[in-house]
């Protein structure tokens, strides 16, 4: 069954750090995948997405995300972390079916020491 | 830029109630969908839509809860007798095409007294 799996449920870093939050998958195929980001009380935003190409992408809000097929990661990243950027952060892979459903993970709070 | 609207952004209900939650996709998209978010947890699949039916559901989905596409704009989701399990984030979401990426909107809380 596809799966996604954030292994940090919490992450602190100090604001200039750099950032990197961790996604595995498990899909047969190659897979679609995707970054939102969960601002308190809002909606989801969509950060950046892998669909085919470049395994490195580029996002929003200056963050980046790079595919590696052979350890079904697609691990966020961002140089400087920002004050603003606190939020919970999910990956999420597109399902093989025909809705192409988004099956998310657990996510990954971000908090940001000043 | 155009995005998915979702009414109310809170809704309290007492357990047992009918609710109605409303969203309104973005005009050019042709697949439709619901997600709830339990708090705490992660965001879960509830229904998709597409062609004036439902696509799939998840073992979630059962017969308290309905989808509607009434007027070509608006999206419903309905739950007939509220739980207090039914307490949670529900987020509309919409896209183009099979492939393309889903845009979600703001979310309707729900709470269940």
């Given at each position: 069954a596809q799966s996604v799996t954030q292994p940090d449920i919490h992450i602190t870093v100090s604001e200039g750090a750099s950032l990197e939050l961790r996604c595995n998958y498990s899909y047969g195929a190659t897979p679609y995948l995707f970054w939102y980001v969960q601002s308190p009380g809002q909606g989801l935003q969509l950060l950046l997405k892998y669909?085919?190409?470049?395994t490195l992408v580029q996002g929003i809000k200056g963050f980046e995300a790079e595919f590696k097929r052979s350890q079904s990661s697609f691990n966020l990243r961002k140089p400087s972390v920002h004050w603003s950027d606190a939020a919970e952060y999910f990956c999420a892979v597109a399902s093989s079916?025909?809705?192409?459903k988004l099956i998310f993970g657990q996510g990954t709070t971000l908090q940001v020491k000043p | 830029e155009p995005e998915v609207t979702q009414t109310p952004s809170h809704q309290v209900t007492q357990m047992g109630q009918e609710v109605i939650l409303r969203c309104v996709p973005i005009?050019?998209?042709?697949y439709f969908y619901w997600y709830r978010q339990i708090l705490g947890q992660k965001v879960e699949f509830l229904v998709s839509f597409y062609n004036n039916e439902i696509s799939e559901k998840s073992e979630?989905?059962?017969?308290q809860f309905s989808v509607e596409r009434?007027?070509?704009?608006n999206f419903t989701l309905k739950i007939r007798s509220t739980k207090l399990e039914d307490s949670a984030m529900y987020f509309c979401a919409s896209k183009r095409g099979r492939t393309d990426t889903q845009y979600f909107g703001p979310g309707t809380r729900l709470t269940v007294l």
């Open positions: 669909f085919s190409g470049d079916s025909n809705t192409g | 005009s050019n998209h042709l979630i989905f059962d017969d009434p007027d070509g704009s």
